[in-house]
């Protein structure tokens, strides 16, 4: 856009706040942003910088107890704050799209696909009803959905969450929109299927000349996407310019921890192992060998969910299981610790077969095996304090008495850098983050000594997810830790990992270390997975790490 040019949305000064008027939240402080005509703007910040409300306040679509308390909004030299609702509803969709994050919770679960897509071309009186259903089809064909008139008649649960998002853009493009904005519209997928969708979404913003305002806390989607850049914290705008001016030659220090923050493939693994390691080969804690995982569908059909994996974990060192959603990794890493029994094959934990313990065996093997979990919120017993949440293994398997469960408790909090002001707080007063620490001063309690991490940082912003992987690392160095580490983020992978497996469709394609993974990947489907990371050739200061913090 020139300097000359008119912006096609210009917001000023604007100001929002939750909560009531005596005692209001301000979320946003005087954001002030421009997206000229067929340009692509990225507004890149951690959960709670403003982003999304920022992007909900240009609708008009903020939560019942969020108002703009000032400065304006501006679209094709109109003032959108100042219209009525009914205004607005004539605009939304038709002028201005909207990709929102979550395709689960935002289409409706009981009106099929082709109908919902039919509904906005109606609302907006661009098709009738005999042809509603015809230009539907057509959208989902454009939106990249295979056999779109099957689609269509299917309800949002019988798609992957792929096809889902692909079913929002085509939502949101339907009625040729001057201006689309996505948020977070990829954050929810695999690294294969985000580049799918981003790429879908370039082509049709070329083909239409619709621009983007992009609303992501993932600097390597900006960096790949985005003419301009807007970084935001705190409720303000503390940088912004070109995309490869903002990479390469961040002014504000925010901007600069975001980007040494931001996994990426050039990031070797955090530590290298100390040179007395050197030649030496740990024995094997956990040993896979030829586990299969047959699940029945119905009747007649089943699903062969794990074929013929094999892997060890040796003591003290990290395995990543990698792949995308139904590659059979969580499946697998179930079945090593026994929360789940194999069709076929052996698991031995420290050289014993532990496939069919039952009783009182496999209890005890429950004290030397923990897991953590993808989402800290849902894992967690919103009812209960900090200090009642970590201390329930100990109380479950009789460890200690109430004191010395209690000074336990303390320690750990020490472990994972949570102060003991935290000990009465419950999940909910807590960021992702320290909900995450807790999970994981949880798994230590009983001097396990293996861990199962299931995608731990994945629900992160990446600066969270630094500090996390940093923890990670700390304490395995010092308690002496195996981890079987689960996730779709190759960048994240390769910051922790020692060995790697890649899996495709239940079973092992490759494996290695993870210099002869990332470095030299042998199979097709690891270089695809490779290819798929966002921001490969983001330029990461030196001069700014990631700080601990205990707010993340």
Known sequence: MSANDTPLLQVSGLRVAYGSLNDPVVAVKGVDLTVGRGEVVAVVGESGSGKSTTAHAILGLLAGNGRAVGGTVTFDGERLD????????RIRGARIGLVPQDPTTSLNPVQRVGAQVAEVLRIHGLADRRTAHLEAVRILAEAGIDSPEVRARQYPQDLS??????????????????????????????????RRILDHLDARIAETGT?????????GVAADRADRIVVMSQGEVVESGPAREILENPQHEYTRSLLAAAPSLSVERRR??????????????????????????????????????????????TLSLVGESGSGKSTVARIAIRLETPTGGRVEFDGRDITTLRGGALRALRRRVQIVYQNPYASLDPKLAVADIVAEPLGAFGVGSRTERAARVAELLEQVALPRTFLDRRPAELSGGQRQRVA?????????????????????????????????????????????????????VRQISDTVAVMRSGRIVEFGTAAEIFDNPRHDYTRQLLDAIPGRSVVRPRSAQPKESIHA
Do not use: M, N, W
């Open 82 to 89: 100042t219209k009525s609702e009914r205004a607005l509803g």
């Open 161 to 194: 969450g792929g096809q889902r998002q692909r079913v929002l853009i085509g939502i949101a493009l339907a009625c040729s929109p001057e201006l689309v904005i996505a948020d977070e519209p990829t954050s929810a997928l695999d690294v294969t299927v985000q």
């Open 211 to 219: 621009a983007v305002l992009l609303i992501t806390h993932d600097l």
């Open 272 to 317: 290298d192992r100390d040179e007395d390691d050197a030649g030496v080969v740990p024995d094997a804690l956990l040993r896979v060998s030829g586990v299969s995982r047959t699940f029945r569908i119905d009747r007649r059909t089943t699903l062969d969910a794990v074929q013929d994996v094999s892997f060890e974990v040796p003591r003290g060192r």
């Open 440 to 492: 994981i001063a949880r798994a230590l309690a009983l001097h396990p000594e293996l861990v199962v991490l299931d995608e731990p940082v994945s629900a992160l912003d990446v600066s969270v997810q630094s500090q996390i992987l940093g923890l990670l690392e700390d304490l395995q160095q010092e308690l002496g830790l195996s981890y079987l580490f689960i996730s779709h983020d190759l960048a994240v």
